[in-house]
């Protein structure tokens, strides 16, 4: 079982930036890929980036890189998502998830970001950008 919780949304001015936190409390972290996914008004949630509990290696949306910046720190059971040049388009909902390792397809880009792939959910911080 892993339980999710994000932090760190607001309302920040178009070119700042944001760092986000997802703790994470599960029995072990190499089990364990976890991701970020977004969610703006009418559309469809979007995986942004993702991170291995084992080996840490990362995965970015095309749309984000270059801005965003996926992390852990297993010591303090964290997965951070730093995003600089905020946008507009930025806003949403921003979830942190969690699936398991050995579940998750490897694409070309990494692992997946198909939601449908993620079992695991925290409850979302919202993300505002507007000057």
């Known amino acids: 079982q892993v339980q999710l919780v994000e932090s760190g949304g607001g309302l920040v001015h178009p070119g700042g930036s944001l760092r986000l936190s997802c703790a994470v409390s599960a029995a072990t972290w190499d089990y364990y890929v976890i991701a970020w996914f977004r969610q703006a008004p009418g559309k469809e949630r979007e995986g942004v980036s993702c991170?291995?509990?084992?080996?840490?290696?990362?995965t970015y949306a095309r749309s984000v890189k270059g801005r965003f910046t996926i992390s852990r720190d297993q010591a303090k059971n964290t997965v951070t998502l730093q995003i600089k040049d905020l946008k507009a388009e930025d806003t949403a909902i921003y979830y942190c998830?969690?699936?398991?390792?050995?579940?998750?397809?490897?694409?070309?880009?990494?692992?997946?970001?198909?939601?449908?792939?993620?079992?695991?959910w925290g409850q979302g911080t919202q993300l505002t950008v507007s000057s």
């Open positions: 998830a969690a699936a398991s390792t050995l579940r998750l397809r490897a694409t070309m880009e990494g692992f997946s970001l198909d939601p449908s792939e993620y079992g695991y």
């Open positions: 991170i291995s509990g084992s080996d840490g290696s990362t």
